[in-house]
């Protein structure tokens, strides 16, 4: 059975994926990689009656995908 991945827009997953964005970068030394989850935007559906999504987004200090350079 495959692996169902978690969804990394939500409030959880967004947060899963931040902690592996920066898991990832201390493993490799780079330890003043940080990473923190913010509110996105909330979007009514066009089918009446259901509940506004939201969706989360991950930030960090990595510019261009690598991280700071340490002075």
Not at 15 to 31: D, F
Not at 51 to 58: A, E
């Amino acid at each position: 059975m495959k692996k169902l991945l978690p969804d990394y827009l939500d409030a959880a997953g967004a947060h899963v994926l931040a902690e592996k964005i920066k898991r990832y970068w201390h493993e490799l030394g780079a330890l003043h990689v940080t990473t923190w989850v913010v509110a996105g935007r909330k979007e009514e559906t066009d089918n009446p009656g259901d509940k506004p999504v939201s969706t989360w987004c991950v930030r960090s200090n990595l510019a261009n995908g690598l991280p700071p350079e340490t002075r």
